[in-house]
């Protein structure tokens, strides 16, 4: 696959506050990373950052070919980055076919597909957006920003507060999006045994810094580093091996 992002010693915060400091990744075409650590290492201004809504200090950044730091925020969209943040951010006042085709873009993602990946959307494409339990609207995000048919999808805490249902039926629909190979994915997430199993690679921040940077399978099989870096145990290792299979099923 051919080299998508490339971030180099990249530092960055919010005013005169440093909060991300010499960070490196490399994401090619149609990869997945997961973006794991606990509250407050810097995983959200990470992603801040590639949208550029914070203060970039230094480094490198690279997209597609150019240089990301030269593109100001209003256009990363139209160079083909997606952003799902964790406030969701729909239009309360469209409808769910509205909120969709506000601002879609030609690809392989089109209303059908949608539809065909989210059902619930599809019941309720006449529904206001204001209408919608928490995790119908986090569905209507995800189906958003996937109709601007991005190269690069940041999802910043998806599964966030949501109930065991619903983290459910999302895990599925971002696994098959992530098999479809038609955009790359960083995954934001506090709860590695989830997202783990769905991601080829796996970086760790620890207070703005990369503590751990490699693949998925590497961190979930090695508890001592699970344990030491995000606070998970051996029995959640467990877990998270138990569920592979169903959270990677169509």
């Not at 997209?63 to 952003?83: C, M, N, S, V, Y």
């Not at 076919?97 to 619930?120: D, K």
Request: proline fraction near 5%; include cysteine; hydrophobic fraction near 40%.
């Amino acid at each position: 696959m051919a080299e998508l992002l490339r971030l180099e010693q990249v530092c960055a915060g919010y005013g005169d506050a440093l909060v991300l400091e010499d960070i490196s990744l490399k994401l090619d075409a149609g990869g997945s990373l997961a973006l794991l650590g606990r509250n407050g290492m810097g995983k959200t201004t990470l992603i801040a950052t590639l949208m550029g809504a914070t203060r970039f200090k230094s480094g490198r950044m690279n997209f597609a070919g150019q240089d990301l730091t030269d593109i100001p925020a209003h256009g990363r969209a139209e160079q083909g980055l997606a952003w799902v943040p964790q406030e969701r951010d729909i239009f309360p006042s469209l409808t769910v076919q509205e909120n969709l085709t506000v601002a879609a873009r030609p690809g392989p993602w089109h209303l059908q597909r949608i539809y065909s990946m989210f059902p619930r959307l599809q019941e309720r494409h006449a529904n206001l957006g204001n209408q919608l339990s928490g995790g119908e609207q986090q569905m209507l995000a995800i189906a958003r920003a996937l109709m601007l048919n991005p190269k690069l999808l940041l999802l910043d805490e998806p599964l966030e507060g949501l109930a065991p249902l619903i983290v459910q039926d999302l895990l599925n629909i971002i696994g098959q999006t992530l098999k479809s190979g038609d955009m790359a994915v960083i995954l934001v997430e506090q709860h590695a045994h989830q997202i783990l199993p769905l991601t080829q690679q796996a970086m760790v921040l620890e207070r703005g810094q990369v503590v751990y940077s490699g693949s998925s399978d590497s961190l979930q099989q090695d508890p001592s580093q699970l344990e030491h870096w995000l606070g998970i145990g051996t029995g959640l290792k467990a877990q998270a091996g138990a569920a592979r299979p169903q959270s990677r099923a169509t």
